[in-house]
């Protein structure tokens, strides 16, 4: 007894099914096998575009750019991007034990004052370097700059 390869009828000596009328005698089609090489996951992305999403999550999104893409531009974002957020870690710190001390000084007030102002300095170097990126400009901040080229390997 013979069944249907797609159905399971019983077909018995049929070429094509009774039920669904699929064609029993005909081999299955190969398997489609591409040469090309696997498309990038950024490929349709703008370099422009890839660059200022580097800055958005942080260090986050500058460590999965600058493991995924090749391009030179966009790994130098996402490098500045990792190195901007690890001098922001180091500022807060170096900030908040000179903050520590005004407060054991009695000056504890200006310590309240001035820490908004770091944080709104370190949301425009955020804003500046995501519309650097933005603009196509390989913009180098201070000091950081330098480690990102190094980092990129350029």
């Known amino acids: 007894m013979a069944f249907c390869k797609a159905c399971g009828q019983d077909i018995g000596n049929a070429t094509f099914c009774s039920k669904c009328g699929a064609n029993q005698g005909a081999a299955a089609p190969p398997p489609v096998v591409s040469l090309a090489p696997a498309a990038s996951p950024t490929e349709g992305l703008e370099e422009n575009v890839a660059g200022l999403l580097c800055y958005i999550l942080g260090w986050l999104t500058g460590l999965i750019f600058l493991l995924i893409d090749k ?7 996402a490098a500045q991007s990792i190195a901007l957020s690890i001098a922001v870690v180091v500022v807060y710190f170096a900030v908040g034990i000179v903050f520590g001390m005004m407060h054991f000084m009695h000056l504890g007030f200006l310590a309240l004052a001035a820490y908004p102002i770091v944080g709104l300095g370190v949301f425009i170097v955020w804003i ?3 519309y650097k990126a933005y603009q196509h400009e390989k ?6 700059g330098n480690i990102a080229q190094g980092l990129a390997g350029k």
Request: net charge positive; glycine share 0%.
């Open 128 to 130: 500046f370097s995501m």
């Open 71 to 77: 391009r030179p531009f966009v790994k130098f974002h």
């Open 139 to 144: 913009f180098m901040l201070p000091i950081i």
